[in-house]
């Protein structure tokens, strides 16, 4: 049984406290969650949401696990593009996406009467 309470995030920028941190580096072993390798002192490392926050994941203690610096920006920057591809659709979808202000270039209509 758990003798602390779970941490949560009071919004989700809400800064993760040291004792958090620890905690969750101590709950996965000290190993990046992304690249399975041992976190040495002195890497950087970060805490990555489990559940994007953005596909309605929580700031909270539970949803979160250490990964190094490195690997966590470039699954971010992977995520961030799916994010931003899911909003064009959707916006799309509700019409609310821009129309192009492109002219349509064709060649024009052909003859149809020798003159």
């Not at 994007?52 to 470039?74: D, F, I, T, Y």
């Not at 961030?80 to 002219?103: E, F, N, Y």
């Amino acid at each position: 049984m758990r003798t602390v309470e779970e941490w949560i995030g009071k919004n989700d920028d809400a800064a993760i406290p040291p004792r958090v941190r620890l905690r969750v580096f101590e709950k996965y072993g000290g190993i990046c969650q992304l690249s399975q390798r041992k976190i040495m002192a002195g890497d950087a490392w970060d805490l990555d949401h489990i559940k994007a926050l953005w596909r309605g994941g929580e700031h909270r203690e539970s949803n979160l696990h250490p990964v190094l610096k490195q690997p966590h920006r470039e699954k971010s920057a992977e995520e961030q593009s799916v994010q931003a591809k899911c909003d064009r659709i959707r916006k799309k979808h509700l019409g609310v996406w821009p129309q192009s202000k492109a002219k349509i270039k064709s060649r024009g209509f052909g003859r149809t009467r020798d003159a």
